[in-house]
């Protein structure tokens, strides 16, 4: 089965950058990088994971949470074969565990949407 890989979290300053990453490994043979819809959620301490932004199979559409509408952008690159979400401005509220996920044929801002999920890569922000 597919793997989704997260990579760049970390640690933050108030007000810094980070870029995270999300590949999918063990794509079976016929499915392209393309082949997916994709999406970011993120768990903060003692929360439930919620929806942060997702991108549509082509890179046409995307959608953002209103939390970080305006401060984080998600691309991809079908061609180099990965998913990136920008993020900037960032605030302590953004502590979180970040996870990749995507699906063949649903998108949405519902986990249920998304069948493959990442193991999460940790974003911590310091005031």
């Known amino acids: 089965q597919e793997q989704l890989i997260e990579s760049g979290g970390g640690l933050a300053q108030a007000g810094d950058s980070l870029t995270l990453s999300c590949d999918i490994s063990?794509?079976?043979?016929?499915?392209?990088?393309?082949?997916?819809?994709m999406a970011w959620f993120r768990r903060a301490p003692g929360k439930a994971r919620e929806f942060v932004a997702l991108i549509s199979w082509t890179g046409g559409s995307t959608q953002y949470a209103d939390s970080v509408k305006g401060r984080f952008t998600i691309s991809r690159d079908n061609a180099k074969k990965t998913m990136s979400l920008h993020l900037k401005n960032l605030k302590p509220e953004d502590t979180a565990v970040y996870y990749c996920?995507?699906?063949?044929?649903?998108?949405?801002?519902?986990?249920?949407?998304?069948?493959?999920w990442g193991q999460g890569t940790q974003v911590t922000v310091s005031s």
């Open positions: 996920a995507a699906d063949l044929v649903r998108i949405g801002t519902a986990e249920s949407e998304y069948d493959l």
């Open positions: 063990r794509r079976p043979s016929g499915r392209t990088f393309s082949s997916y819809s």
